[in-house]
């Protein structure tokens, strides 16, 4: 079989060993030359951003060298407020490989308008309607974000509690289509499908988490056609009393 190497790739494959061999000069001669010119951008890791922000967001233009210090473009990265992290490798002759970790957000609050925020009480500038996002709806009356932060305390500690879950019992949020503090300061987790409430005190560990994971397997199991039944009933798994799981029927309002 014949290979073909176009001349500027050909030149490509003796000065890379040469510019590698030669860390002080190396870079900066080949910085100039044509072939290493970014001709392609690849994004991996993201979910709530769409790739041409990343690309927009970091700096990175078509026709720059890829031999331009990377730690500027993860400088500007680092700098959004959806991303953790952010990495910019050279994949050689021409391309730019962009690795994101995002902020994980644990809820969607309305301030404003509906928009994903962190454990943390950050607000991401995300449209969830253009990155869809499986969250549960933050409820507190006279919410409002200042600066892109909840400063409300309420939902500060809600918002804490959702992200302490989401570590615990990652299968759990999901399904949870609504959160919010009852008067007493415990939790109300809202699920859809089934109708289901959950009444959580705060702080529950991971042990009140799984005897609630075998409580609602146990539900599907038994009784999905209760629990998927009419929206007039719902059932209520109470975990506030140390050591006891109670379930009531009462009737939707």
Not at 126 to 147: F, Y
Not at 166 to 184: F, G
Request: glycine share 6%.
């Amino acid at each position: 079989m014949r290979l073909r190497l176009t001349v500027p790739r050909l030149l490509a494959g003796v000065l890379l060993p040469v510019g590698f061999a030669t860390p002080f000069w190396g870079p900066p001669v080949l910085r100039n030359l044509d072939v290493f010119r970014v001709e392609r951008v690849e994004v991996s890791g993201t979910h709530l951003l769409a790739p041409h922000e990343v690309v927009a967001s970091s700096g990175i233009r078509l026709g720059q060298s890829v031999w331009e210090d990377p730690r500027a473009w993860e400088e500007a990265l680092g700098a959004h407020p959806a991303v953790e992290a952010a990495s910019v490798e050279r994949a050689l002759p021409g391309t730019l490989r962009v690795r994101i970790t995002e902020r994980r957000p644990v809820a969607l609050v309305e301030a404003g308008t509906l928009r994903p925020a962190t454990a943390d009480g950050e607000v991401l500038p995300v449209d969830p309607s253009r990155a869809p996002v499986d969250l549960p709806l933050l409820r507190v009356a006279g919410l409002a974000a200042s600066d892109g932060r909840i400063e409300d305390p309420d939902a500060r500690h809600l918002l804490s509690e959702m992200g302490r879950i989401a570590q615990l019992d990652p299968s759990l949020l999901p399904r949870v289509s609504e959160v919010r503090r009852t008067p007493t300061g415990d939790l109300l987790l809202l699920l859809s499908q089934p109708v289901i409430e959950l009444l959580l005190p705060p702080a529950a560990d991971s042990e009140r988490l799984r005897q609630l994971r075998a409580v609602l397997d146990d539900l599907e199991r038994r009784a999905p056609r209760h629990i998927d039944g009419p929206s007039t009933s719902r059932v209520r798994i109470d975990l506030r009393f140390a050591d006891q799981v109670v379930l009531r029927l009462s009737s939707a309002p």
